[in-house]
Nanobody, 121 residues
C-alpha cells in the first residue's frame, strides 16, 4: 500500500493557472507511475494524467495542451500544472500511483483526501 497526500489547488478565475502536488509514502519502492484523477460534484471520478518513472505521460483529451504532469527527483512525488483553466475543470483532484505487475501497471487506488480546485467563470 501507499499513502498519498495531495496539496495545492484553490480558487482561480477562468483562464488562470493552478498547481497541485502529491507525495507518496509507504511502499514507494514499487511505484512505477503516478498521476491524477478528478471528481466533480455529481460525476464519476475520471482520469486526468499520469507519468511513469521512465517519463512516459498520458493525458485525458480534455486537458491535453493545458495541463502538464511532472515527477520529482525522488520519484515519490507528482505535480500537475494546470493552465488555461475552465469552469469544467472544477473538481476534487486525487493522486494515484501504479505498480508494475507483469506487463501491466496496476493502480493502487489508495485514495487520499484530495484537493479542491475551483474555477470561476
Amino acid at each position: 500500500q501507499v499513502q498519498l497526500v495531495e496539496s495545492g489547488g484553490g480558487l482561480v478565475q477562468a483562464g488562470g493557472s493552478l498547481s497541485v502536488s502529491c507525495a507518496a509514502s509507504g511502499s514507494i519502492f514499487s511505484i512505477n507511475a503516478m498521476g491524477w484523477y478528478r471528481q466533480a460534484p455529481g460525476k464519476q471520478r475520471e482520469f486526468v494524467a499520469s507519468r511513469t518513472n521512465g517519463g512516459s505521460t498520458n493525458y485525458a483529451d480534455s486537458v491535453k495542451g493545458r495541463f502538464t504532469i511532472s515527477r520529482g527527483n525522488a520519484k515519490n512525488t507528482v505535480y500537475l500544472q494546470m493552465n488555461s483553466l475552465k469552469p469544467e475543470d472544477t473538481a476534487v483532484y486525487y493522486c494515484n500511483a501504479w505498480r508494475r505487475v507483469g506487463v501491466r501497471d496496476v493502480p493502487y487506488n489508495d485514495w487520499g483526501q484530495g484537493t479542491q480546485v475551483t474555477v470561476s467563470s
